[in-house]
Structure formats: structure tokens, C-alpha cells
């Protein structure tokens, strides 16, 4: 591999880092203007929306399956069905977690038992 | 130790990013990069789809210029999340470094943590989580460079049942979320609107196009119920 290989390395790492910082520094900077101000330090009312629907999207793009069919559809429906009930009795993260993934995981199992049988 | 705890609320990301990284490295060293380059990719780029496309796009001797600017374009996404996050993130000197684990993931999960945490902790958590989900993908990186096809040999099954715990990770985190008609309509077209972009190939567009046509509908049902408010009254 060429020497383009390590400039493009560098150029992506350091435009990926300064997307992530300089607009991360910058609202830190102007909450604090607005505080010193005296006026209520708080972030536009567009971002507060934005950012439980980019959660939303990231939900939706992970929720199709990498190979879609009926089994792995049916998988994906319980383990979201049984995370969300997990989620209403424990109000926790980790325990919904582990029930989505282990529901879904039996459906695939079963599912390939069902074909190869 | 808010640290542990940030760690410890990280955990379950584990099951999506390390099934991924294992998957990249097998891709990155099939593609012709060597080990530490592939590993090198992952400590520093660190962002699951444009890591895909770089590797695919010069593994398909696309011009380095636009290998480039395609990857860059596809985490344009981050710059908002630093934003939303600020309000709920103290100052440090260290942000240079710690931002650099601002992924969606580390987005979704502080979104909804940090507000409820004392600040003193804050920073604590964040750098938990942060360093957790990054060593995680890098050490998932080098499995899959060093021995990824060994690994999917043994455990085929593996690699299929982990990440459905980034989509159960994110139910968990917005199912809160759903508070008043207007964030359900939002939120519904946003997940159904990302969903047909990823069944239809956009994955790599589908999240910004996705959250901004939630937007505007959380927005119309804001001006419709107000309109309709006016006419009520």
C-alpha cells in the first residue's frame, strides 16, 4: 500500500475527531457566554428534537435484520417484543438487553432446527 | 466510581460492536490491508460504516481524494451530537481525546444517561463508557484481523445473535421517550422511514434523512394541534 493509504488515514482521522470536538466546543462556549450573560444557558430547540430522532433512526437501520426472511424477521419482532417488556418490568438497561438478544437468539436456533429438520 | 459505572452501563453495546469489529477485520485483511494497518484503522477512525467504505472503496482502487471525502460525508451525522450533548458535559481539557469515542452508541447511550447523573459524575461516566465501547472495538478488530475466519468457524451462530443488542439497546433507550403524541408520530415515521431506506440499500443516508423527516413531523403535529387548538377555542 502506497503512501496515499496513510495520508487518507490521516485526513479521515483527524476530519472524524474535529466533526466530533469543534461542535462539541463551541455549544460548551456558548452555553457559558449565555450563563454569563444572566440569560438561561440552553441548546436551540431543534437540537433537543434532533437527537432522541437520531436515536429513533439508529433504531430503525439496526432493527433490519442483515438477512431478511420470515424466521428472521419473527426473531426480530419477539426480541424487540420481549427487550420492551423486560424494559417495563425492570426499568433498567442491561436486563432488557439480554432478554431481546437471548429471545431472538432461540428464534434463529429454532428456526434453523425447523429448516434442517 | 462513576467511571465503573459508565463502563458497566456500556456493557451490553459490547454484543453489537464486537460481532462488528470481528467482521471488519476479516474484511480489512481479505481486502489486502495488513494486520496493524486494519487495527490501525479501527484506534483511529473508529466509526463502523465509514470504516467499511474506506476499506471497500480502496480495495476497489477508488482515487484516495475521494475515499476521503465519501468517508467524511458518511459521519457528518457526529456533528450534532457534541451539541446536544454539551448542556449535560462539563469542561475539560481532556475533551480533545475523549470526543473522539462520540459514537452513535456513546450518542444514544449519553443522551439518555447524563441528564440523570450528578454532574460531579458526569465526566466520570462518559469517559467509562467511552473507553469500554473504544478498546472493545479495537480488540474486536484484532480478532477478526488475526484469526476472524477460526472464530466464525466455531461459533457461526455467534456473530448472528449479538448485534440485535444495539436495536434492543436502542428500543430501551427511546421507549421513554414516547411521552406525548407529537414524539410518537416523530418517532414512529423516523424508525419506519429509516427502516425502508435500509430495506431499499440507503443505509449510510438513512439515519439523517431518517431523523430530519421526524423532525418535520413532529414539527407539522406541533403547528397542527396548535391550529387546531385555535379553532377549538
Known amino acids: ?117 | 466510581m462513576s467511571w465503573r459505572t459508565g463502563a458497566r452501563e456500556a456493557t451490553p453495546l459490547l454484543g453489537g460492536y464486537i460481532p462488528v469489529a470481528i467482521s471488519f477485520g476479516m474484511v480489512a485483511v481479505q481486502a489486502g490491508f495488513s494486520v496493524w494497518q486494519t487495527i490501525l484503522i479501527s484506534t483511529l477512525i473508529y466509526a463502523g460504516a465509514s470504516q467499511f467504505l474506506f476499506v471497500a472503496m480502496v480495495a476497489a482502487g477508488a482515487p484516495w481524494g475521494l475515499v476521503v471525502v465519501m468517508t467524511l460525508l458518511i459521519n457528518a451525522r457526529h456533528v450534532v451530537y457534541g451539541p446536544s450533548l454539551a448542556p449535560w458535559l462539563p469542561k475539560s481539557r481532556w475533551w480533545p481525546f475523549l470526543s473522539h469515542g462520540l459514537t452513535d452508541q456513546i450518542f444514544a447511550l449519553a443522551l439518555s444517561r447524563l441528564p440523570q447523573l450528578p454532574t460531579e459524575q458526569r465526566l466520570g461516566w462518559y469517559s467509562g463508557a467511552m473507553l469500554l465501547a473504544w478498546f472493545s472495538w479495537v480488540a474486536g478488530t484484532a480478532a477478526g484481523a488475526i484469526a476472524g475466519e477460526e472464530l466464525s468457524r466455531h461459533w457461526p451462530l455467534l456473530g448472528e445473535v449479538m448485534p440485535f443488542a444495539l436495536p434492543a439497546l436502542f428500543l430501551v433507550l427511546l421507549a421513554p421517550r414516547f411521552t406525548s403524541r407529537s414524539w410518537s408520530i416523530a418517532l414512529s415515521c423516523t424508525i419506519g422511514m429509516a427502516m425502508v431506506l435500509t430495506l431499499y440499500g440507503f443505509t449510510n443516508a438513512s439515519i439523517p434523512l431518517a431523523a430530519a423527516s421526524g423532525a418535520l413531523f413532529f414539527y407539522l403535529t406541533k403547528v397542527h394541534a396548535r391550529a387546531g387548538g385555535r379553532l377549538d377555542g
Open chain 1, 1 to 117: 500500500m502506497d503512501n496515499g493509504f496513510w495520508i487518507a488515514l490521516l485526513f479521515v482521522s483527524v476530519g472524524t475527531l474535529c466533526m466530533r470536538l469543534l461542535p462539541l466546543l463551541w455549544m460548551q462556549r456558548h452555553l457559558l457566554k449565555q450563563k454569563s450573560k444572566g440569560g438561561l444557558a440552553a441548546i436551540p430547540d431543534w437540537l433537543t428534537v434532533l437527537g432522541p430522532l437520531m436515536i429513533a433512526a439508529m433504531l430503525g437501520v439496526s432493527l433490519v435484520p442483515a438477512t431478511p426472511s420470515l424466521f428472521t424477521w419473527l426473531a426480530t419482532i419477539l426480541g424487540a417484543f420481549s427487550a420492551l417488556m423486560a424494559w417495563l418490568w425492570t426499568k433498567s438497561l442491561g436486563w432488557p438487553v439480554l432478554a431481546g438478544v437471548s429471545t431472538y437468539g432461540v428464534v434463529i436456533v429454532l428456526a434453523r432446527i425447523t429448516i434442517g429438520g
